[in-house]
């Protein structure tokens, strides 16, 4: 088995580029092998056991799997974050997000004790990222899945930080009653895709990656962040500030949504492709 010959297997479902950086990613993170190393043929000269592990991971590949999945690991802002099925694969726009946090929240003059919250934090990517380059903040994160508090902690571990983690409904109307604590920061990337908009994606994500960090309903794509927009309007503190990635076919009804919920303040970002994907908020 060559390298040629494993990214042409990959083009049934991805472009050759990709394709290929997807065959060197593979043989770098787990066969240890640099790209002078597959130009000089040791991807043939692999031993026995080597291979039969190579081709598990090519047919799972070929089933569209991300390889992040079959990896067991997926990079964020210069960190290794563990990865599996019951989270989404961070994404590089959202690490666009942690700097935009850390940039704002380092211009701040903060009373008291600096507290910031992750809603829906997933493979906890956020949170960790948040937790290690702010080192005197006490870092929250919430999610309702188990298996995304699970794969988060490993990643606190994994990261060398602490952060504490929390099942939360964010839907409850108690939540303000049941977790009051006052927040410098609340950050949020939750689900913010339609269920109209799944003919637009690639078969990657939607056989794979999980619907409930993914999807809300199309007659209400709003229905996280006014969630979580209501709980920060209380317990945000004077100084404090929420930030979202948002849904860029929804920005207008956003500001319409924060400005109601009595931000304001609020400044769009976009992302490194141009989209406006990011909100700022002040009360």
Request: charged share 25%; glycine share 6%; hydrophobic share 40%.
């Given at each position: 088995?060559?390298?040629?010959?494993?990214?042409?297997?990959?083009?049934?479902?991805?472009?050759?580029?990709?394709?290929?950086?997807?065959?060197?990613?593979?043989?770098?993170?787990?066969f240890?092998?640099s790209?002078?190393?597959?130009?000089?043929?040791?991807?043939?000269?692999?031993?026995?056991?080597?291979?039969?592990?190579?081709?598990?991971?090519?047919?799972?590949?070929?089933?569209?799997?991300?390889?992040?999945?079959?990896?067991?690991?997926?990079?964020f802002?210069?960190?290794?974050?563990?990865?599996?099925?019951?989270?989404?694969?961070?994404?590089?726009?959202?690490?666009e997000?942690?700097?935009?946090?850390?940039?704002?929240?380092?211009?701040?003059?903060?009373?008291g004790?600096?507290?910031?919250?992750?809603?829906?934090?997933?493979?906890?990517?956020?949170?960790?990222?948040?937790?290690?380059?702010?080192?005197?903040?006490?870092?929250?994160?919430?999610?309702?899945?188990?298996?995304?508090?699970?794969?988060?902690?490993?990643?606190a571990?994994?990261t060398?930080?602490?952060?504490?983690?929390?099942?939360?409904?964010?839907?409850?109307?108690?939540?303000?009653?049941?977790?009051?604590?006052?927040?410098?920061?609340?950050?949020?990337?939750?689900?913010?895709?339609?269920?109209?908009?799944?003919?637009?994606?690639?078969?990657?994500?939607?056989?794979?990656?999980?619907?409930?960090?993914?999807?809300?309903?199309?007659?209400?794509?709003?229905?996280?962040?006014?969630?979580?927009?209501?709980?920060?309007?209380?317990?945000?503190k004077?100084?404090?500030?929420?930030f979202?990635?948002?849904?860029?076919?929804?920005?207008?009804e956003?500001?319409?949504?924060?400005?109601?919920?009595?931000?304001?303040?609020?400044?769009?970002?976009?992302?490194?492709?141009?989209?406006?994907?990011?909100?700022?908020?002040?009360?």
């Amino acid at each position: 088995m060559s390298y040629e010959t494993l990214w042409h297997r990959l083009t049934t479902i991805y472009e050759a580029d990709e394709a290929k950086a997807i065959v060197r990613l593979v043989l770098d993170v787990h066969f240890g092998l640099s790209w002078t190393d597959i130009i000089c043929g040791k991807v043939e000269s692999l031993s026995d056991n080597e291979k039969q592990e190579l081709e598990v991971i090519a047919q799972r590949l070929e089933t569209g799997e991300p390889v992040q999945y079959v990896l067991g690991e997926a990079e964020f802002g210069g960190r290794t974050f563990h990865v599996e099925p019951g989270v989404l694969i961070p994404r590089p726009e959202t690490y666009e997000l942690c700097h935009w946090v850390l940039e704002e929240g380092g211009k701040r003059k903060v009373k008291g004790d600096y507290n910031i919250l992750d809603i829906g934090t997933g493979s906890g990517c956020i949170a960790c990222t948040l937790a290690a380059e702010i080192p005197n903040a006490k870092v929250t994160a919430w999610d309702i899945s188990d298996d995304a508090l699970r794969i988060a902690s490993k990643n606190a571990k994994r990261t060398n930080v602490h952060v504490s983690f929390e099942k939360v409904d964010v839907l409850s109307p108690s939540l303000f009653t049941l977790h009051p604590s006052p927040a410098t920061i609340i950050v949020s990337n939750p689900p913010y895709i339609c269920n109209k908009e799944r003919e637009t994606m690639e078969r990657n994500v939607l056989e794979h990656e999980p619907d409930l960090a993914l999807f809300v309903p199309d007659n209400n794509p709003l229905l996280f962040y006014r969630a979580i927009a209501r709980y920060a309007a209380k317990a945000l503190k004077p100084e404090g500030m929420l930030f979202f990635e948002i849904n860029p076919l929804y920005v207008n009804e956003m500001l319409q949504m924060l400005s109601e919920e009595g931000f304001s303040q609020t400044e769009v970002k976009q992302d490194q492709f141009g989209k406006q994907r990011f909100t700022k908020s002040c009360l």
